[in-house]
């Protein structure tokens, strides 16, 4: 069933138009779909989950390297947790 989803979406997307509203909806759902999955966590982390959330944005943007980014926040709620 999963996989069928997945192939319906694929052949569905090739229906849609290229172009207006749509375009600028397509567009904009990867960043939607990973906000939805950050912003819960981020909140019920609190202020220093905000932080860490800040920080690792920052650093994913000035150096581009995700994995280093990623492993500040942890440590920023880590030691946030541990003080």
Known sequence: MTYLLRIGGLLL?????ASGRVKYFMDALPGTILLSLIAP????????????????????YKTGNV???????????????LF
């Open 41 to 60: 966590g981020v909140f019920s982390a609190g202020l220093w989950g905000g932080i860490a959330a800040l920080s690792t944005a920052v650093c994913t």
């Open 13 to 17: 997307a090739s229906k849609l138009p």
């Open 67 to 81: 994995f280093f980014s990623m492993i500040i926040g942890v440590v920023i709620v880590a030691a946030s947790r």
